[in-house]
């Protein structure tokens, strides 16, 4: 066994909108997983690998644990249950308030039966005044046994260096999983399907985004010449869904597409040329066939 080098599973789990993805992407140093203020934004396990002199932290960022309403809703909740049984220490991302709901104490039931370190992460700290936190801290400690309690703000990078710390902390020692350049696992297509998922759930409203799914239908380079053709669909739940994500004149789903090609660009660092469809498939959500060929693959479920 190597005694210099840690290496090990670490999940974030919480509810939906506390923050997962954008923590986990501060913690890497890069933008893999897609974040928006809307609820449900992760669908699948994303994984992700961080790698310093220390050792190496393999990350799986999972879906909001919430109430199911739907199949996809049930998939999203059994990746992110399921995740607590395969890693070595576990990221709990909580809001600031001393608020405890039925939501935090179904998470706390869990992690109570798992006997993993559990690290509690306090989120969005920024938007309390500073001396409420030992409120929160407090109140926190009643719930269950945690390795540490830390306090961050994910968005303005705030103490978000102890939580590596803290992670290196209580992984076991051993050899690294991935070669050193590895930051995701992630295939490519499916990055780009999810960057114009994104740009469709920060443009439209509240009801349709919760709906939409995207399929990359082509990519492939031009011949040598350094640009990639996309062409992608959109897929919603209903005729009026449809209406509203084309927009005026096509308006709303230029805007999404070339926000999308932007992301895209850079991170293929080539010139794309996007183009983007719209279908309807109606109750998709509720359908397993229709769920598995978007890409919520059961086998995600598993490590
Ligand atoms: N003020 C503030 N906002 C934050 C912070 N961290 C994340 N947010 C915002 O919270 C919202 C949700 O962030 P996500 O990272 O998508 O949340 P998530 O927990 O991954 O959400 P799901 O994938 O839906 O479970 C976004 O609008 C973020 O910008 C923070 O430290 N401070
Ligand atoms: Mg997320």
Not at 175 to 192: A, L
Not at 228 to 253: V, Y
Not at 274 to 298: A, Q, T
Request: with cysteine.
């Amino acid at each position: 066994m190597n005694e210099n080098c840690k290496s090990g599973f670490v999940t974030l789990i919480g509810r939906p909108n506390v923050g997962k993805s954008t923590l986990m992407n501060h913690l890497i140093g890069q933008k893999i997983a897609i974040t928006s203020n809307k609820p449900q934004t992760t669908r699948n396990r994303i994984q992700t690998v961080y790698t310093d002199e220390r050792g190496q932290i393999v990350f799986l960022d999972t879906p909001g644990i919430h109430k199911a309403k739907n199949k996809l809703g049930e998939y999203m909740v059994n990746i992110a249950e399921k995740s607590i049984k395969d890693v070595d220490v576990i990221l709990w991302l909580v809001e600031p308030t001393t608020y405890i709901g039925a939501g935090e104490q179904h998470i706390a039931e869990q992690l109570r039966h798992c006997k993993k370190p559990v690290i509690l992460v306090i989120n969005k700290i920024d938007t309390v005044k500073k001396d409420e936190i030992p409120k929160f801290i407090d109140a926190y400690k009643e719930v269950c046994d945690f390795a540490e309690i830390i306090p961050v703000s994910a968005l303005r990078s705030n103490n978000t260096d102890t939580v590596t710390d803290c992670i290196f902390k209580y992984l076991p020692y051993g050899p690294m999983f991935y070669d050193e350049d590895t930051i995701t696992d992630q295939p490519m297509k499916q990055i780009v399907a999810e960057m114009i998922r994104e740009k469709a759930l920060r443009s439209l409203d509240e009801e349709i985004p919760h709906g939409i799914a995207v399929c990359i239908d082509r990519m492939k380079e031009r011949g040598n010449t350094g640009i990639m053709d996309i062409d992608a669909t959109i897929i919603c739940e209903r005729d009026s869904h449809k209406g509203i994500i084309i927009g005026k004149g096509g308006s709303m789903l230029k805007k999404i597409g070339t926000q999308a090609r932007a992301d895209a660009e850079n991170m293929l660092e080539m010139k794309v040329n996007l183009k983007l469809w719209v279908k309807v498939k109606k109750e998709w959500r509720d359908s397993d066939f229709l769920i598995k060929n978007f890409g919520y693959d059961k086998k995600q479920e598993e490590i």
